[in-house]
């Protein structure tokens, strides 16, 4: 499976942002598919997660409320609804596949990544 993240910018404190994940060589239906990011100088970080078929969603703390996961099987893409963004929420994006059954945090236990899409928040 390849994924191609976009949809990163600059924007400023309050803005939205949505994040796409194309993916190709494979269809993800049966793929828990999720968001990490990574500022610099820190380990990469869990944002959000998916089930298959959307069932069950999973979030880190930091972005409940704000942050929203989905996903078109039918289209191969994943998105991430970013409202109400904040300065530390800066940081490289990046989209990855797991073929297990259940929405995992730990960047170990995915098997496909995407190349990383950067969004940067200003106070």
């Known amino acids: 499976v390849q994924l191609q993240a976009s949809g990163g910018g600059l924007v400023q404190a309050g803005d939205s942002l949505r994040l796409s994940c194309a993916a190709s060589?494979?269809?993800?239906?049966?793929?828990?598919m999720a968001w990490f990011r990574q500022a610099p100088g820190k380990e990469r970080e869990f944002v959000a997660g998916i089930s298959w078929a959307g069932g069950s969603l999973n979030y880190a703390d930091s972005v409940k409320g704000r942050f929203t996961i989905s996903r078109d099987n039918a289209k191969n893409t994943v998105f991430l609804q970013m409202n109400s963004l904040k300065p530390e929420d800066t940081a490289v994006y990046y989209c990855?596949?797991?073929?297990?059954?259940?929405?995992?945090?730990?960047?170990?236990?995915?098997?496909?990544w995407g190349q990383g899409t950067q969004v940067t928040v200003s106070s």
């Open positions: 060589g494979r269809t993800i239906s049966r793929y828990v």
């Open positions: 990855a596949a797991d073929s297990s059954t259940r929405v995992l945090s730990r960047p170990i236990n995915y098997d496909y």
